[in-house]
């Protein structure tokens, strides 16, 4: 398999340094992650009034019919098809939502300047978080640059696709990538004497 997912704790420690410099790197390292941070504000933002009008019906279920969360209590384990019911439903959004609320954010402040595409000295890396997948420079077949267009793109960028051997590829979006591009196959080209001298 030529482009492999791992952990960041998975990689050597050599190649972890590596990566960590070119994630500080703007030559190397590729942002996406103004998406993220843009999604870490906006989603909240459009969940907090779905959680108000939670909020309200949950309140009104409370004035007519009391706490449920006692009856859960006092009947408990045969209560627990009242997670089931429909009235029961206002209060686990309430509690979904308020978790994704928090989460979203955080996982974006968590793993803020990690997300996108770094070129190291072993290969290309997309990266996650603490999730890679990692395409080697042996295991590169070609590297394309093109564009996407209108209609399909409502953003017209450069694209730059890097091809395994086995046809997967890792695709990179946005502009100057050309200069992408050539320091790959820089880092390719320092590999190929290595090549040839093991065969």
């Known amino acids: 398999m030529s482009i492999t997912r791992l952990q960041f704790d998975q990689l050597p420690p050599d190649e972890r340094a ?5 994630l500080h790197d703007p030559v190397c390292f590729h942002s996406d992650g103004r998406e993220i941070g843009i999604a870490a504000i906006v989603m909240p933002l459009l969940l ?3 959680e108000v009008v939670l909020f309200f019906e949950a309140r009104s279920d409370y004035a007519l019919y009391g706490n449920p969360l006692s009856h859960f209590f006092d009947y408990f384990p045969s209560s627990v098809s009242m997670l089931w019911n429909t009235t029961f439903f206002p209060y686990l959004g309430i ?3 308020a978790v994704a609320i928090v989460a979203i954010p955080g996982y974006a402040l968590r793993t803020r300047g990690r997300h996108g595409y770094a070129i190291t000295s072993f290969g290309v890396v997309r990266i996650r978080g603490k999730k890679l997948r990692v395409l080697r420079y042996e295991d590169i077949a070609e590297v394309n640059t093109g564009s996407r267009q209108y209609p399909q793109h409502r953003i017209i960028t450069g694209e730059l ?3 395994a051997d ?4 890792l695709v990179l979006y946005g502009f100057n990538l050309n200069a992408r ?5 820089t880092y ?3 590999l190929r004497p290595h090549a040839r001298s093991d065969m």
Do not use: F, Q, T
């Not at 590596?18 to 070119?22: F, G, I, V």
């Open 161 to 163: 696709e890097v091809k």
């Open 48 to 50: 907090i009034p779905i």
């Open 166 to 169: 086995d046809g997967k590829s």
């Open 18 to 22: 590596d990566l960590e410099a070119a």
């Open 188 to 190: 390719r080209a320092r």
């Open 181 to 185: 591009k050539e320091l790959i196959e």
């Open 95 to 97: 509690a979904a939502l």
